[in-house]
């Protein structure tokens, strides 16, 4: 298996009837970034196209930079010069900015209540778990219309994704 590819774990996700498709290429991007910033918290932007409201394609990941000031390794928060940015540079691809990503230094790649208070229930977030500085996994989420959890998506074939860590 390529190292930048999509390897299906349990079904546990469990969905809400929206499946995230994430191009290898993308993934890489992440990882690169999530481990370069370990130990603290990366954030990033996500690119690309929604159709029909159950299909979510993420052809782009943006890096930004941890713009928090404290508590950078369980933490983190995007600019909004990087916002506009991310933005700006969707609108050019005719693309859209539909959802984020950041990483979970030495835990599991599920949502924090401080994950829930700060989302918006119309984003994917993908939180990527980096252990050791190894990026390990990574989950999809989205947060309910009622704002109480998040709920899985579905990635690929209708799993969750784990990024491939082992050289090819």
């Known amino acids: 298996m390529e190292r930048d590819s999509l390897r299906t774990g349990g079904a ?10 994430v191009r290898p290429a993308v993934l890489a991007a992440i990882r690169k970034h999530v481990e370069a910033a370990y130990p603290e918290e990366a954030p990033g932007g996500l690119l690309g196209t929604v ?3 159950t299909l979510v394609e993420v052809v782009d990941a943006v890096a930004s930079a941890n713009a928090r000031e404290d508590e950078r390794r369980r933490r983190y928060l995007i600019g909004p010069d990087d ?8 609108s050019a691809a005719g ?3 539909v ?5 979970h230094p030495d835990a599991p790649a599920r949502p924090s ?3 829930r208070e700060h989302a918006w229930p119309w984003y994917v977030y993908l939180i ?5 500085g190894r990026a390990l996994e990574a989950r999809a989420w989205r947060l309910s219309d009622d704002r109480e959890e998040f709920q899985a ?6 799993e969750p994704v784990t990024i491939d860590t082992e050289d090819s």
């Open 12 to 21: 546990e996700a469990g969905g809400v009837g929206v499946q995230l498709v």
């Open 51 to 53: 159709r029909d409201d």
């Open 83 to 90: 916002v506009l940015a991310l933005e700006r540079r969707a």
């Open 95 to 97: 693309l859209q900015v």
């Open 99 to 103: 959802g984020y990503y950041h990483s």
């Open 113 to 115: 209540a401080f994950d």
């Open 128 to 132: 990527v778990g980096v252990v050791g």
């Open 153 to 158: 998506l579905t990635i690929g074939e209708g």
